[in-house]
């Protein structure tokens, strides 16, 4: 998959709740998969974040990860949810107990899960719990495009991109563009197209004035995997690229972060 994002106006780039914490207490954000039975078949650490949102590099001991299955497997047992995203919160001096707050942890809800199919747009706001709040659905037909859409689309259609090693436009073609999205402050609006040579384009446009991120799994067929996409930097627009068409996007893990200065985003 390739990405392109619009960054400093010349240069080419592209869930959860930030649980609150006391003291020392961290919270460990896992993606959880269920299988048809309701039990976990994969849970992997997808950040910790601390009390502000912000995120933490902390190495979780095993020891705890073993604790916080249980107490994810006993918390949704017998549940038929799929992939989501949770979270338990981590005390480091107390490595075996993943209980900490267990009758507050919000349960798995699809209204943290934002599904697209091809030709499709949804504005949306992040609330403070995690889960989103849809503005408004529609075709990509109707939707506004950005003028830094329509560049790319230009570019890709008449190859100007292809003949671009390093993946860049000319600083002439991008001057002239608006440094923020066309979309309202404290919204994000994605919208996903076909794109020319029959690929499929994410059009992930960052109303806020922090970073977004956010996960993405694929769906062509019956078969569906994993993606990478890249963090939003706040008041931009970017552009996600795949080679081959897309039936369907099922976009998690939504969250917002403070920009970090000389920070790139980062592409996971």
């Known amino acids: 998959m390739s990405r392109l994002l619009p960054f400093l106006a010349a240069i080419l780039i592209g869930a959860c709740p930030a649980a609150a914490a006391v003291g020392d207490t961290l919270a460990v954000v896992f993606e959880v998969e269920l299988g048809r039975s309701g039990e976990i078949e994969s849970l992997k650490v997808d950040h910790v974040t601390d009390s502000s949102g912000g995120k933490r590099r902390v190495d979780v001991p095993q020891a705890y990860l073993e604790a916080a299955r249980d107490a994810l497997e006993m918390r949704y047992r017998g549940k038929e949810i799929g992939r989501f995203y949770t979270y338990t919160l981590y005390d480091p001096g107390r490595p075996n107990d993943a209980r900490l707050g267990a009758d507050k942890a919000p349960p798995a809800d699809s209204r943290r899960t934002l599904t697209l199919r091809r030709g499709q747009t949804a504005t949306l706001r992040l609330r403070p719990d995690g889960r989103l709040e849809l503005v408004e659905r529609g075709s990509a037909a109707d939707a506004p495009a950005s003028q830094i859409e329509d560049v790319f689309v230009r570019a890709m259609a008449s190859g100007a991109l292809a003949k671009s090693p390093e993946g860049k436009l000319p600083e002439s073609s991008l001057k002239h563009l608006p440094q923020t999205p066309l979309i309202g402050a404290d919204a994000v609006r994605l919208t996903m197209k076909q794109a020319p040579g029959g ?70």
């Open 199 to 268: 690929g499929t384009a994410l059009v992930v446009e960052n109303g806020y004035d922090r970073t977004l991120y956010y996960r993405a799994w694929m769906l062509t067929g019956e078969r569906g995997r994993a993606t990478s996409v890249c963090e939003v930097p706040p008041k931009l627009p970017s552009y996600e690229h795949w080679p081959h068409p897309i039936d369907q996007l099922d976009l998690a893990g939504f969250g917002l972060r403070r920009p970090e200065p000389g920070q790139a985003p980062e592409c996971r």
